[in-house]
Nanobody
Framework: QVQVAESGGGLAQAGGSLRLSCEASGRSFSSFAMGWFRQAPGREREFVATISGSGGATYYSDSVQGRFIISRDNAKNSVMLQMNSLKPGDTAVYYC?????????????????WGQGTQVTVSS
């Protein structure tokens, strides 16, 4: 069983930055692709970014491409999401997820383990 836990959410002003972190426990972290998703009030959960088990492949949603950066440190069992040029539309609960395969995926149903989420609020 893999446990996933996010940290680093909070309040930021439009144009500012926040950095989210996610730690995963369990067997070899590098065997899991990782993803970030978000869910705003009244909206469905949406894909944000994903990274392969080795960290060599990444993929972003169009809405965050060029502003967010996903990275991972397999020695520390962690994945990060650097969020820059934040917009009020980025306000949501952000979830970290782990997938039982090394390849990237943007569909939520491809992920096997989820964290509890961390709130990100961007004020205008």
């Amino acid at each position: 069983q893999v446990q996933v836990a996010e940290s680093g959410g909070g309040l930021a002003q439009a144009g500012g930055s926040l950095r989210l972190s996610c730690e995963a426990s369990g067997r070899s972290f590098s065997s899991f692709a990782m993803g970030w998703f978000r869910q705003a009030p009244g909206r469905e959960r949406e894909f944000v970014a994903t990274i392969s088990g080795s960290g060599g492949a990444t993929y972003y949603s169009d809405s965050v491409q060029g502003r967010f950066i996903i990275s991972r440190d397999n020695a520390k069992n962690s994945v990060m999401l650097q969020m820059n040029s934040l917009k009020p539309g980025d306000t949501a609960v952000y979830y970290c997820a782990a997938r039982n395969q090394v390849g990237i995926a943007s569909m939520a149903d491809r992920y096997d383990y989820w964290g509890q989420g961390t709130q990100v609020t961007v004020s205008s």
